[in-house]
């Protein structure tokens, strides 16, 4: 059975940086799609960050240069890291992940808040 846990969502100030923490059981996150998604009240769920078994990044537009995914193997975690913070990046992140070669995120997170006051 596939967990994904998120810690690390909490009330910050514009500008402030936050890590976010995943961690997986279940699978292997060095053979595995992973990601990190946010979803804001009344908007839909969005891709922020996607890291592939291979390394291979990609990030959302808006979150170029301020963001970071990358992971622990060892620990079977992986992270987000979000830097200058702006009001616009409030929302539930979660995590998700998918094996080799499957198109669809397959699992999910329970997801944690994060709050950016102005």
């Known amino acids: 059975q596939v967990q994904l846990v998120e810690s690390g969502g909490r009330l910050v100030q514009a500008g402030d940086s936050l890590r976010l923490s995943c961690v997986a059981s279940?699978?292997?996150?060095?053979?595995?799609?992973m990601a990190w998604f946010r979803q804001a009240p009344g908007k839909e769920r969005e891709l922020v960050a996607a890291?592939?078994?291979?390394?291979?990044?990609s990030y959302l537009e808006s979150a170029k240069g301020r963001f970071v995914i990358d992971r622990d193997n060892a620990k079977n975690t992986v992270y987000l890291q979000m830097n200058n913070l702006k009001p616009e990046d409030t929302a539930v992140y979660y995590c998700?992940?998918?094996?080799?070669?499957?198109?669809?995120?397959?699992?999910w997170g329970q997801g944690t808040q994060v709050t950016v006051s102005s």
């Open positions: 890291i592939t078994g291979s390394g291979r990044t």
């Open positions: 279940g699978l292997t996150i060095g053979n595995s799609g």
């Open positions: 998700a992940a998918r094996r080799r070669l499957t198109p669809r995120w397959e699992y």
